[in-house]
């Protein structure tokens, strides 16, 4: 039994510091001791009333379970049985109001009860004003099930439903559509502060609700038809909060959970939010390890607007200590080919942008000494493909290719001849092919098609301007006499020294390269390109110099 003298001592204790009533209880909730008059308990609860009723001894053992509220919001109902006024607050009104009905402080009890008094603030202080009904919803978490059973959940809702739907920018800013000046991965959308200040506040206190109350608000608010950008634009924020990791690396709630449930409610419209913060959100996504239908729900929303996308954004990181490259390459794969299989849209710029897209990222991924070839071989058959029917040319693969052989030097000829297959000289430009036919770390093959197209191409612009000097006037014809002369001189000399190259180029392999195979090895690699007995476009690799007369005949 605790003494009088134990109670001044014990902090622990919570009393009336004005009541002398001998009629004192003592009992004990929260883990916390109080001391109040009886009768005054009786008089404003009817739970204590029924407890207390034929009482005799001053300690009591309450026998509340589940109890509502806590100790700040117990201490205030006590204070109101003994006659102060409830200091009511949006933090603590929702769990004074689930006490005072667990405590049956109603008007059925007695007048002027707590109950109806925090109910009329609930409603005139707090429903009105738009941080106010966050913070008190906020607080709904804990007493979740007592909120909905008062309708304290559905008044929240229907109060935040409805600013939003009158003020979208509650929800915070949406996120502009990035320009050519945007760069860097830390962008975001120019806040303008004297205007939106307020707005921008109001943004932030939906992050600090649980996931379980804020994606009941949000699901809300798209049902009710609330703007997609600017609910976009609040779940973006939502996941900025809550799914990251402290400076221990651990995630400081279930961020999987997150960074799932965004991804379930976040619009499927396509301009709701920026390439670039999707690409974010998927890195999150592949971090935290979610579930497959969550990555694939940003992939698909990427692909919508992957003409958008930099070289930065598809550099996703691969997870694992286990990882075989830098890079998610299998990612990448996903959202290109999905991009080209749903592209419905008649103009090409955007595939055009996707393609020069790809090229920037072979070169940045072919540095990488991890990748494979197999993996690398893949994205360049799909950027070839890519850049043939939008651009026509293929050069774009040729300086990927270039940096892989030369990160990868140990590959054998062989190996290189397979990363090589992509290239098709006929569809590089004339400075490609020049390069190419320079590039000592291409596979011989390569270089001898580079030269023979290259000489091809210049016979058919000798006959072309062969061909126009003949079918113009007569001051045109001698103009054209002396121009197609000296381009035929010029010409003539670079045939020569094609010729003169893949001559030195033929006894290498005829003397040093491949000594045991040296009648064998030509014919073989003259098979390949095509030389023997079929009908390839390039069909004679013996280049037969053809002679011009002065006047062009």
């Known amino acids: 039994m605790a003494t009088q003298e134990n109670i001044n001592k014990d902090s622990s204790y919570w009393y009336n510091k004005f009541t002398t009533s001998p009629s004192d209880v003592r009992f004990r909730i929260h883990g916390k001791h109080y001391r109040l008059d009886k009768k005054l308990l009786i008089e404003k ?18 026998p509340f379970k589940n109890i509502p509220g806590d100790s700040t919001a117990f201490e205030l109902a006590m204070k109101f049985c003994q006659g102060y006024e409830p200091n009511l607050t949006a933090v603590n009104i929702v769990p004074v109001i689930c006490l005072a009905f667990y405590l049956e402080m109603t008007k059925e009890h007695c007048q002027g009860n707590l109950l109806d008094k925090a109910f009329n603030f609930f409603h005139l202080k707090i429903l009105p004003h738009w941080n106010e009904s966050v913070e008190a919803f906020q607080t709904m978490e804990h007493h979740f099930e007592f909120a909905i059973r008062l309708g304290l959940v559905d008044s929240c809702l229907e109060s935040l439903l409805s600013k ?19 760069t860097g991965a830390d962008y975001r959308p120019i806040v303008r502060k004297k205007l939106f200040s307020s707005n921008q506040q109001a943004s932030e206190a939906l992050t600090l609700l649980s996931l379980r109350l804020y994606e009941l608000i949000v699901s809300n608010m798209i049902q009710n038809g609330v703007q997609p950008e600017y609910v976009a634009a609040s779940l973006f924020r ?18 999987k959970e997150v960074i799932e449930t965004v991804e379930k409610l976040l619009p499927d419209e396509k301009i709701v939010l920026p390439c670039k913060l999707l690409f974010e959100m998927l890195r999150t996504a592949i971090f935290f390890h979610a579930s497959p239908s969550c990555r694939y729900g940003f992939e698909m929303r990427i692909r919508k607007q992957l003409n958008e996308a930099v070289v930065e954004d598809l550099l996703t990181p691969s997870q694992g200590y286990a990882a075989e490259v830098q890079f998610d390459i299998d990612c990448v794969k996903r959202i290109l080919q999905n991009f080209y299989a749903k592209y419905t849209s008649s103009e090409t710029s955007g595939l055009i942008k996707v393609a020069e897209l790809i090229e920037d990222y072979l070169a940045k ?31 774009g693969v040729y300086p990927a290719i270039d940096i892989y052989l030369d990160r990868h030097n140990y590959l054998t000829e062989s190996e290189k001849e397979e990363v090589c297959q992509v290239l098709d000289c006929s569809r590089m430009s004339e400075e490609a092919r020049i390069h190419a036919s320079q590039n000592s770390r291409l596979p011989l093959r390569v270089v001898v ?12 612009v000798i006959t072309t301007r ?26 003539d000399n670079r045939v020569i020294e094609l010729e003169n190259e893949c001559d030195r180029m033929k006894r290498q392999i005829e003397e040093g390269v491949v000594k045991e195979k040296k009648n064998s090895k030509w014919k073989a690699l003259k098979r390949k390109f095509g030389c023997m007995n079929g009908s390839h476009a390039y069909t004679n690799c013996q280049v037969k110099k053809k002679a011009f007369s002065r006047n062009g005949a």
């Open 164 to 182: 939003a739907r009158d003020n979208p920018r509650l929800l915070g800013e949406p996120f502009k559509k990035p320009t050519l000046s945007d």
């Open 365 to 395: 991924l072919a540095d990488d000494v991890n990748l494979t070839k197999d993996s690398f071989i893949s994205l360049c058959a799909i950027s070839v493909a890519t850049t043939i029917e939008t651009k026509g040319y293929s050069d």
């Open 238 to 255: 939502y996941a900025e909060a809550w799914a990251t990791v402290n400076i221990t690396g651990e995630a400081v709630v279930d961020s």
């Open 449 to 460: 098609q580079a030269l023979f197209v290259g000489q091809l191409h210049l016979r058919d």
């Open 45 to 62: 609860s009817r739970k204590f009333a029924m407890l207390l009723k034929d009482h005799k001894n001053e300690e009591l053992a309450v």
């Open 466 to 491: 062969v061909d126009n000097s003949d079918n113009g006037s007569r001051k045109e014809e001698i103009i054209g006499s002396e121009a197609s002369e000296d381009a035929r001189i010029e010409m």
